[in-house]
Nanobody, 122 residues
Framework: VQLQASGGGWVQAGGSLRLSCAAS?????MGWFRQAPGKEREFVAA????????RFADFMKGRFAISRDKAKNTGYLQLNSLRIEDTAVYYC???????????????????WGQGTQVTVSS
């Protein structure tokens, strides 16, 4: 399985970005994680592919949205009201799990994309 993440870039605080992750095959779930410099990788959001069920990290507080296009095997992470502390490399990952409860853990994913940089400035 190959994953191609895109859509990162530079944006001012308060702005928005839309990240995309194209998968080479269908999947059970897609998750998004991020890693800021000097910090551990952390869970952002996940979506169950068949019915669109979602799970979000608490820190998002409604600022981000996740979706998928089943026909294109592509997932999306909409980042809104971006803050400087959202600066990180964002990674998409896919796995076979249909359990939303497990989707916040990196061990639930079998394949990872290369990451896309999001930089938020004041």
């Amino acid at each position: 399985v190959q994953l191609q993440a895109s859509g990162g870039g530079w944006v001012q605080a308060g702005g928005s970005l839309r990240l995309s992750c194209a998968a080479s095959t269908r999947t059970g779930s897609m998750g998004w994680f991020r890693q800021a410099p000097g910090k551990e990788r952390e869970f952002v959001a996940a979506i169950r592919w068949n019915d669109g069920g979602t799970r979000f990290a608490d820190f998002m507080k409604g600022r981000f949205a996740i979706s998928r296009d089943k026909a294109k095997n592509t997932g999306y992470l909409q980042l809104n009201s971006l803050r400087i502390e959202d600066t990180a490399v964002y990674y998409c990952a896919v796995g076979r799990s249909y359990n939303l409860g497990s989707m916040s853990y990196d061990w639930a994913y079998d394949y990872w994309g290369q990451g896309t940089q999001v930089t938020v400035s004041s």
